[in-house]
Nanobody, 126 residues
Framework: VQLQASGGGSVEAGGSLRLSCAAS????????MAWFRQAPGKEREFVVA????????PYGDSVKGRFTISRDNAKNTVYLQMSSLKPEDTAVYYC????????????????????WGQGTLVTVSS
């Protein structure tokens, strides 16, 4: 599976961005997807995941109520709509894919994902 993240950029606080992650190489409908982010000097942080059937995990506390994940299986793409952006949202955002069924609850665990995109940088200025 190849993952290509896009949509990052610079935005002022309070603004919005939509990230996209296009997948190829496997039937997209059989793949669970997630977004993580990594701010400078910090560990990679879980944002949210969406299962193969479209179920959405709890969002990370820092983005709850502001970010929304969705997927379009016809376009082999997962999206992250980000609103009310804050300077602390500045990070490289990564999409990740899990290609085998997962029935656990550790969606926040990087180790359960098989593939990662290259990341897209989001910079939020105050």
């Amino acid at each position: 599976v190849q993952l290509q993240a896009s949509g990052g950029g610079s935005v002022e606080a309070g603004g919005s961005l939509r990230l996209s992650c296009a997948a190829s190489g496997r039937t997209f409908g059989s793949v669970a997807m997630a977004w993580f982010r990594q701010a400078p000097g910090k560990e990679r942080e879980f944002v949210v995941a969406i299962t193969r059937s479209g179920g959405i995990t709890p969002y990370g506390d820092s983005v709850k109520g502001r970010f929304t994940i969705s997927r379009d299986n016809a376009k082999n793409t997962v999206y992250l709509q980000m609103s009310s952006l804050k300077p602390e949202d500045t990070a490289v955002y990564y999409c990740a894919a899990r290609t085998t069924p997962y029935y656990g609850s550790r969606w926040y665990d990087r180790a359960i994902y098989d593939y990662w995109g290259q990341g897209t940088l989001v910079t939020v200025s105050s």
